[in-house]
């Protein structure tokens, strides 16, 4: 699945994963960076536990998106910085 960062440095979380999650508008997050990765942890007071629909929903989202990466190049960072 691919996203894109608007000017004002914000990203939208798409719609599938905030169902699949039961995300709602006020949500707050944990953020981690670790390499080349960003990595958001949704807070909240009890951990959520997950059907199997839920888990074999996750895995078929993460099938489907395989393989959309755009590819990271000279010219695509290029492009990230230019203002």
Sequence with gaps: MVITMTSKNQITIPKKITDVLDLKKGAM????????????????????????????????LAVNE?????????????KLFRK
């Design 29 to 60: 997050f944990s953020i981690e960076v670790a390499k080349n990765r960003i990595e958001l942890i949704p807070l909240e007071p009890r951990e959520k536990i997950f059907s199997e629909d839920v888990y074999m929903k996750l895995d078929q």
């Design 66 to 78: 395989r393989g959309k990466e755009l590819p990271l190049n000279r010219k695509a960072v290029k």
